[in-house]
């Protein structure tokens, strides 16, 4: 008989042990699987992993990191920072901040204020140098065909071109918004 030895066998398998507190699994866990851990473990696992991992593993205090700077619980990001504050030989501040622990420990830094230069003016523009838009009625056309045309609302055109009413005769010159 063959033994199924597949990474999930071996995930259920290890995931057993750890709810039996087992520190070896934990250990092999960070070793073996570390992102799967970081990634896809509940609060209640990390939990477990935190409290069975004594402080001198290799991989606790990159795993502590990890962990402040994921989506978690409360509880699991007061832990992480008491563990790395441990690490450390500093006390875990009585008020934990997480954003004074992700800073203490350099996993942000204060935002600096951009500061723009100075650019030069555009020189200003006088109104007579805008060229303006203009359109001459042509035979059959009405100012519904035109704003269509031009993509543009009759009521808007009505106004620029100090009309009093909606008609309009060929050869007039119309200006375009």
Request: charged share 35%; with cysteine.
């Amino acid at each position: 008989m063959q033994a199924d030895l597949s990474e999930d066998r071996r995930r259920v398998f290890l995931l057993d042990l750890l709810t039996r507190k087992s520190t070896a699994s934990a250990r092999l866990f960070l070793q073996s699987d570390y992102n799967y851990v970081v990634k896809r473990f509940d609060d209640n696992h990390i939990l477990q992993m935190l409290e069975l991992i004594d402080d001198k593993n290799e991989h606790l205090e990159k795993f502590c990191q990890d962990l402040l700077k994921s989506p978690r619980s409360n509880l699991v990001l007061k832990k992480s920072s008491d563990r790395l504050y441990k690490l450390h030989n500093e006390e875990l501040p009585v008020a934990f901040d997480h954003n004074k622990a992700l800073e203490h420990f350099g996993l942000i830094t204060k935002i600096q204020p951009i500061v723009l230069k100075e650019t030069s003016k555009a020189p200003l523009v006088k109104k007579e140098e805008i060229k303006t838009r203009k359109h001459i009625v042509q035979d059959g056309e009405n100012l519904w065909k035109i704003a269509r045309k031009y993509k543009v609302d009759v009521q808007e055109l009505i106004k620029i071109n100090n009309l009093e009413n909606n008609k309009i005769h060929p050869g007039t010159e119309i200006v375009l918004p």
